[in-house]
T-cell receptor
């Protein structure tokens, strides 16, 4: 399955954080979502073949990377209090032009910004 | 705009009864819809999906209905069990690769 690390993280405002995700075997696409308490996940961006191919409405402080083995990192710079949330990684197996691939989610990283 | 909403934030049902979770979507261009289940401490889990050229799809104990005329989606769970207690999200795709989630409905199953 999809594994994420760490499971919990506490940072202070202004710091930087890196979250990690290992895709499910055979999956070449990784999407990152932010889920605030009591809300649905919000799309941050998606990586396919090591390139960002779509981005949601998040500032440039949010950046990512996908490695040749399809694992991924989410980086957030200059942390703000509102960045406190559950960060979810989802992997899928997609080719170009397809939009109906199923997302397989990890259990997330709970980030608290103090 | 981009929004997927839900009619009810919480739903409480008796074990063994059928559950119906409703969802309204706003983008008439959406062509793919998905239901996810999220249990406490876990990420969302795929339940069932439906494309816009269909109006009904059945899985194991679950059925999804799509009414494009009124932009409404529903999830029916037959013979609801305690293990069905979770938050349920409807989600949509409008081309591209972004999945848009609604706010979720919490389902409580009473024994």
């Amino acid at each position: 399955g999809v594994t994420q690390s760490p499971t919990h993280l506490i940072k202070t405002r202004g710091q930087q954080v890196t979250l990690r995700c290992s895709s499910q075997s055979g999956h070449n696409t990784v999407s990152w979502y932010q889920q605030a308490l009591g809300q649905g996940p919000q799309f941050i961006f998606q990586y396919y073949e090591e390139e960002e191919r779509q981005r949601g409405n998040f500032p440039d402080r949010f950046s990512g990377h996908q490695f040749p083995n399809y694992s991924s990192e989410l980086n957030v710079n200059a942390l703000e209090l509102d960045d406190s949330a559950l960060y979810l990684c989802a992997s899928s197996s997609a080719g170009t032009g397809r939009n109906n691939e199923k997302l397989f989610f990890g259990s997330g990283t709970q980030l608290s910004v103090l | 705009g981009e929004s997927v909403g839900l009619h009810l934030p919480t739903l409480s049902v008796q074990e063994g009864d059928n559950s119906i979770i409703n969802c309204a979507y706003s983008n008439s261009a959406s062509d793919y819809f998905i239901w996810y289940k999220q249990e406490s401490g876990k990420g969302p889990q795929f339940i069932i999906d439906i494309r816009s050229n269909m109006d009904k799809r059945q899985g194991q104990r679950v059925t999804v209905l799509l009414n494009k005329t009124v932009k409404h989606l529903s999830l029916q769970i037959a013979a609801t069990q305690p293990g069905d207690s979770a938050v349920y999200f409807c989600a949509e795709r409008t081309g591209g690769f972004k999945t848009i989630f609604g706010a979720g409905t919490r389902l409580f199953v009473k024994a």
